[in-house]
Each structure stands twice: as structure tokens, then as C-alpha cells.
T-cell receptor
Framework: DVKVTQSSRYLVKRTGEKVFLECVQD?????MFWYRQDPGLGLRLIYF???????EKGDIPEGYSVSREKKERFSLILESASTNQTSMYLC??????????????FGEGSWLTVV | GQQLNQSPQSMFIQEGEDVSMNCTSS?????WLWYKQDPGEGPVLLIA?????ELTSNGRLTAQFGITRKDSFLNISASIPSDVGIYFC?????????????FGSGTRLQVQP
């Protein structure tokens, strides 16, 4: 079974703190994604990566950065957390041939509260 | 970025009723996917659609890829309590070069036993 593991399920951080959200997948997938989920807004793409050290901005990259030093690991970084970044963060991965119908697999999510 | 309009936002139905939800877009998509998210979990794929006009079933679920490639619907027949959750549509357009899904805002389904 494909497994996408997010290191923290629940975090509480203070405004201004640097926050790292880690994601690891065990299927040798090329593509990895970070989404945030907010009520009524669905899932919005923050960043994605289609190869090691490669990254592309999604729809809401402001206030975030990412790191992909190894194929299996994709980290989301909040340089200076703010209260409007309180949300559920979802990591996902897929093989490169997503167009052939290979699905995207999601982690269980990380609930971040910034106080 | 691209946007998907998903409706309804929420539904409260009786067990045994049929459910229908849909997504529309101003942009064309080459692939439509439907996901379900249980409370506290990540979304799980229900149905994938790859051709305009395609109609696909997965048990009590049926989904269609609109002919214009700008819409899709999901039907659930004879709902049961475990159908409770949030349903998301998602689209992919490889012609844009964007290799990531665009999601709708979700339909929250509640089923009264």
C-alpha cells in the first residue's frame, strides 16, 4: 500500500515562529504536493515538486517555502507563522505519469494552530 | 489560478435517499476525479474520469465527465450512514503544463439513519 506520512498531526505554534511540516512517501513517486484545506474553500495548492530540488508555486505560495532534498521527502516551511496560517495542511504524492491516471495519494493531514 | 465551482456546499439527507453533486469550471479539464474525505483523514479517490462523456460507476457511486469538459457530477444511490463525509471534485488539465490537481470547495454530506 502507498503510504504518505506527515510527521505531525497536531501542532500549536506562536506567531512569528518558524514551522516545519514534514512529509515522506514510500512509493518512489516523482511528484509531491502541499495543499491547505479551509472550510468552504476546499483544498488549495501551496507548492508542488516534480523532482528532487525542483519546486513550483501553486495558487497560494505567499508566506510559505518548500524543500525537496530527497525524492521521498517534501517539507513545507512557514518562515514566520501568522494566525491566518492556522489550517489543515495536506501532503500528497503521485507518480510522474499522472496523466495516465495514476492517482494522487494523500497523507492524513497536519492541523496547525498559530496563536 | 483555475477554479472549480462545486455544489451544493452541504446536504443533509435521510438514509436510503439518492444524492447528486456537481462541479463546473470556466476552464477545460482533461481529467476529473472525485474524492471523499472522512473526518480527520486525508481525501481518498473514489472515481477517476479521463474522457469527455465518460460515465463510470463504483458500487453505489456513479460519475460522469461532461461533454464540454467543463463539468462533472457524482451520484450516490441509496445512501447509508458511512457515506458521511466531505466529497471533493478535482480537475487536471495537462495542456497547461500544470501537473497538479485543482480542487472544488467540497460538498459536506450528512446522512440521517
Amino acid at each position: 500500500d502507498v503510504k504518505v506520512t506527515q510527521s505531525s498531526r497536531y501542532l500549536v505554534k506562536r506567531t512569528g515562529e518558524k514551522v516545519f511540516l514534514e512529509c515522506v512517501q514510500d512509493m518512489d513517486h516523482e511528484n509531491m504536493f502541499w495543499y491547505r484545506q479551509d472550510p468552504g474553500l476546499g483544498l488549495r495548492l501551496i507548492y508542488f515538486s516534480y523532482d528532487v530540488k525542483m519546486k513550483e508555486k501553486g495558487d497560494i505560495p505567499e508566506g510559505y517555502s518548500v524543500s525537496r532534498e530527497k525524492k521521498e521527502r517534501f517539507s513545507l516551511i512557514l518562515e514566520s507563522a501568522s494566525t491566518n496560517q492556522t489550517s489543515m495542511y495536506l501532503c500528497a504524492s503521485s507518480s510522474a505519469e499522472i496523466y495516465s491516471g495514476n492517482t494522487i495519494y494523500f497523507g492524513e493531514g497536519s492541523w496547525l494552530t498559530v496563536v | 489560478g483555475q477554479q472549480l465551482n462545486q455544489s451544493p456546499q452541504s446536504m443533509f439527507i435521510q438514509e436510503g435517499e439518492d444524492v447528486s453533486m456537481n462541479c463546473t469550471s470556466s476552464s477545460i479539464f482533461n481529467t476529473w476525479l472525485w474524492y471523499k474525505q472522512d473526518p480527520g483523514e486525508g481525501p481518498v479517490l473514489l472515481i477517476a474520469l479521463y474522457k469527455a462523456g465518460e460515465l463510470t460507476s463504483n458500487g453505489r457511486l456513479t460519475a460522469q465527465f461532461g461533454i464540454t469538459r467543463k463539468d462533472s457530477f457524482l451520484n450516490i444511490s441509496a445512501s447509508i450512514p458511512s457515506d458521511v463525509g466531505i466529497y471533493f471534485c478535482a480537475g487536471l488539465n495537462m495542456d497547461t503544463g500544470r501537473r497538479a490537481l485543482t480542487f472544488g470547495s467540497g460538498t459536506r454530506l450528512q446522512v440521517q439513519p
